[in-house]
């Protein structure tokens, strides 16, 4: 019987381990939860940067659009008042500039 009440103290946690387990718990999460607010604060800027350059972009796309539309409406008005050979040049010139950009790059 004294062996069996020895094992049962030996292997019962007393109130001082249970402290220092929970207060090395507890610094542990904290660590854990500093660096999750360091993090969420972090994808924060990110998303904010991002949004941002977004903005930009779109920008830069709407006066993009703005001037294709108005070169469009150029050649349309070329095309109507008769002006095949400027469009005859155009296609050549397109074409002439593709056959540049092909030679260059086969010969590279």
Same mark, same amino acid.
Not at 25 to 30: C, D, K, M, V
Not at 67 to 75: D, K, N, T
């Given at each position: 019987m004294r062996r069996a009440h020895i094992g049962e103290t030996q292997m019962q946690p007393t109130n001082e381990m249970l402290e220092e387990e929970n207060s *090395? =718990? %507890?610094? *542990? +999460?904290?660590?854990?939860?500093?660096? =999750?607010?360091? =993090?969420?604060?972090?994808?924060?800027t990110e998303v904010r940067t991002h949004n941002k350059l977004l903005s930009e972009m779109d920008n830069d796309f709407e006066s993009s659009t703005g +001037? +294709? %539309? *108005?070169?469009?409406?150029?050649?349309k008005a070329i095309a109507r008042t008769g002006g095949w050979r400027f469009i005859l040049y155009l296609v050549l010139f397109s074409l002439f500039v593709f056959f540049v950009c092909y030679v260059i790059l086969k010969f590279r």
């Open positions: *090395s =718990l %507890e610094s *542990s +999460l904290s660590n854990k939860v500093k660096a =999750l607010k360091h =993090l969420t604060i972090d994808i924060g +001037l +294709l %539309e *108005s070169s469009i409406a150029r050649v």
